[in-house]
């Protein structure tokens, strides 16, 4: 089993989880993380310090978030790995709650 970063995170990027994360399996790219499914070694230490609500472990994602299993795994091979918190875009907080935001992911 691995963490999954859902589509919550797309536009917000808070990366407090990164802060946590003993084997940085997180990666960074323009406005979404990713979790590295094969570092991540499952100790449940980021998924309470998103402020976007947007890791689950991976057999208990919300209904219609299965698709990021794969999209994390595609994307970590591609994006570089983050270790660093960083400040949040300036408009994280706006998009913070809104739906259906895939669209708005860029690669």
């Not at 797309?10 to 946590?20: P, Q, S």
């Not at 976007?52 to 570089?80: H, M, R, S, V």
Request: aromatic share 8%; proline share 7%; glycine share 2%.
């Amino acid at each position: 089993m691995t963490f999954v970063v859902t589509e919550s995170c797309i536009k917000c990027k808070y990366t407090d989880c990164v802060d946590v994360c003993p084997v940085d399996c997180f990666h960074e790219g323009p406005n979404f993380l990713v979790i590295d499914p094969d570092e991540c070694i499952d100790c449940t230490l980021c998924e309470p310090e998103c402020p976007a609500e947007a890791i689950y472990a991976e057999d208990e994602l919300p209904e219609g978030q299965e698709q990021f299993i794969a999209l994390n795994e595609e994307l970590t091979k591609i994006w570089p790995v983050i270790t660093d918190v960083k400040d949040a875009p300036e408009d994280a907080d706006e998009w913070l709650k809104k739906e259906s935001k895939l669209e708005f992911l860029e690669r």
